[in-house]
């Protein structure tokens, strides 16, 4: 009669009293068992903890044990870290147009309306200049136009399409097609140099020229895409832009640097401001030491100032001149990096501001030279793409990689100010501004009769 397998249920089943008695006993003795079967959540807390209490011990004394392998081998680690980002994966630093300047909006769920509504409240000043002067801009790099490779561009109000054909060169033309309009950067084709029209197959040569037409003989006359000049130097594709429609006015040859030096990152920020505002800080020498003098190690200097002393600052002295081109301009900084009095890391940099757009800076430092290439694109009348490339010899790639990141932070401080300064036709001058003045003269050989007035361009539904 005991066919139960619940042994609890069976005790209570039993009717003869020897039985009855076994069955007692063996219910008195279950409860432990089940006990032990099913353990309270108290005794597995007990139970884990002891054994988290064990590991932790264990370890413990495998550090106190090992102190030293664990030491080296953390060094040991970050160095091959270091030495992987250096040169196999070269730092890459963006910001975007809302990630720098905007502290002062608090965190929320609005916060990016706010930002939106302080972006249109701004006021931009008054005769501002043209937004497009004429000059040479950046519409790729060239490690992202591999032969084969289309990029759609839209910068200083037009459309553009950029590839690269078979023979290796890059090209820039007008994106829209002269047939029914599409748009030959979204899902166009490179055939052979030739580019093709995703819409019809219509094919386009190197001048433009429509050379094929899908079921048709003898091509239309006159059926052409509107070619841009180019020239690929300084790790970039650049297009020539003049509201002329001259031929280039100057062209600029490959930095030498270049011919044995390495890449050794990228940093990239989208401003808000017009693009005179970037080249004329480097004739702004007032702003130097006002904004870029905290130390790029930690900015606790600025709440307690008597640490600058301790953690050091930067100092800087700065000198703008025309250069013996008329398009160019050279600014010579002398850089120090001040503890106490010691000069920690003296830089000399050489800056050469080639055209509206097109910046190369030199640095010379004991742990050797650097060059960095900076290139302004106007995505709009009032929207900049800035991007600086950093180049270094082989020896010097770790300084190279830190340079990337040094000098976005010094220039996420220029951002957070063009992100909401307005522009001032008539500033007052004094002393110290008299090279802004100089610039402003110099530059504005790069506006000519037919500039599109800003007013027009930020009627282009390209402009921000
Ligand atoms: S729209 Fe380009 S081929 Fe027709
Ligand atoms: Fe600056």
């Known amino acids: 009669m005991l066919n139960s397998t ?84 070269p730092p890459i630093y963006v910001k ?125 006359k006159g059926v052409a895409l509107k070619t841009w000049h180019t020239m690929e130097v300084d790790g970039a594709v650049w297009m020539w832009y003049d509201a002329e429609g001259r031929e280039p006015l100057w062209t600029v040859p490959e930095a030498p640097e270049l011919k044995s030096w390495a890449f050794r990152g990228r940093n ?44 050091g600052r930067h100092f800087w002295a700065a000198e703008w001149s025309r250069g013996k081109e008329e398009h160019l301009a050279t600014v010579n900084i002398v850089h120090k990096y001040l503890i106490m009095k010691f000069d920690a890391f003296p830089i000399k940099v050489t800056v050469n501001q080639i055209g509206p757009s097109h910046v190369r800076l030199r640095f010379n430092s004991a742990l050797g030279p650097l060059l960095v290439v900076q290139s302004v694109t106007p995505r709009g009348a009032l929207l900049q793409h800035v991007v600086h490339r950093v180049y270094s010899p082989r020896y010097n790639a770790p300084l190279g990689a830190w340079m990337v990141l040094a000098e976005a932070w010094q220039f996420k401080r220029d951002v957070a100010i063009w992100n909401s300064k307005r522009y001032v036709n008539s500033p007052s001058y004094v002393k110290t501004d008299k090279t802004i003045r100089a610039f402003r003269a110099w530059f504005m050989q790069f506006y000519s009769e037919n500039s599109i007035p800003l007013k027009q361009a930020l009627q282009n539904p390209l402009d921000w």
């Open 268 to 311: 990239e920020f989208t401003i808000n401001t017009h693009i005179q505002e970037i080249p004329e800080n480097g004739a702004d020498i007032a702003h130097l030491n006002a904004i870029h003098s905290t130390s790029l190690l930690t900015e606790i200097g600025d709440r307690f100032p008597f640490l600058h002393n301790i953690i």
């Open 6 to 89: 619940n042994p609890i249920v069976d005790a209570h089943k039993v009717t003869h009293p020897d039985k009855m008695a076994e069955a007692s006993t063996l219910a008195r003795q279950i409860p432990a068992q089940c006990h032990i079967l099913n353990p309270e959540p108290r005794e597995i807390l007990f139970f884990c903890s002891n054994l988290a209490i064990s590991a932790l011990r264990s370890v413990i004394e495998f550090i106190c044990e090992n102190t030293g392998l664990i030491i080296l081998s953390v060094i040991v680690v970050s160095l091959l870290y270091i030495l992987y980002k250096c040169y196999l994966s």
């Open 96 to 220: 975007d147009l809302t990630e720098v300047g905007f502290d002062h909006i608090a965190q929320g769920t609005d916060r990016a309306l706010h930002i939106t509504r302080a972006q249109s409240a701004r006021q931009l000043g008054t005769k501002l200049p043209p937004p497009y002067p004429n000059g040479w801009y950046v519409v790729a790099e060239s490690r992202d136009l591999k032969i084969g490779k289309v990029i759609s561009v839209d910068a200083l109000g037009v459309n553009l399409c950029v590839y690269r054909g078979e023979d290796g060169v890059a090209r820039c033309v007008d994106a829209y097609c002269p047939h029914l309009g599409a748009n030959l950067a979204i899902g166009g084709t490179v055939c052979g140099n030739c580019i093709e029209c995703p819409f019809h197959q219509w094919r386009f040569g190197t001048d433009g020229a429509c050379v094929s037409i899908p079921g048709v003989e003898t091509v239309p």
